[in-house]
């Protein structure tokens, strides 16, 4: 049995301002180093065997917190940063709503029909995540696992493991340094917490 421990990063200063950040290199807010301490300080698995993370630094910085308690080296892989938002980046919702208001209804209501100037689709984002996830969990038998990523891309592997469909992945809450346990045994997955944020309490 494959125990997996995804976790999204730590609160940045954009996720206030609820602006895109796709693969922005936005950094961690105070807030945000503090909640990825706290995880840390309160995480809900004693022994851990790889720590695996997104190589942006919001994700990375959170992983590296992690990293220092159990002693282990961050494995970057690229497959794990967020979406590529393409001419959303760095622009505020409330804006995307003015400037582009058909693709705006379409990604919360109807996310598998979005179609994003220079953007990765939702289909693209979890095809790559989900293969991510596979390969690291082929790589790491009967070990208990760590993957830090984003928002939409926890989303769309958690849609993956529930076999659930992507029109459903905003139904599911991410929060910052949420922490979301399955087990993968006998090629099935079983789901223990989604969205856990206990350790912030």
Known sequence: MTKIILVRHGLTLWNSERKIQGHSNVELAPEG???????????????ISAIYSSDLKRAKVTAETLAKKFNLPVQFEKNLREANWGDWEGKKLSDIEKIDPVNYERFFRNPEEVQIKNAETFAQLQ???FSAVKKIIAAHPDENIIIVAHGAINRTIICSILEIPLKKMWAISQFNTAVNIFRFEDGFFTVELINGTSHLL
């Open 33 to 47: 180093i503090a909640q990825a301490e706290l995880l840390a300080k309160n995480f809900p698995l004693e022994n």
């Open 127 to 129: 095809e790559r995540a």
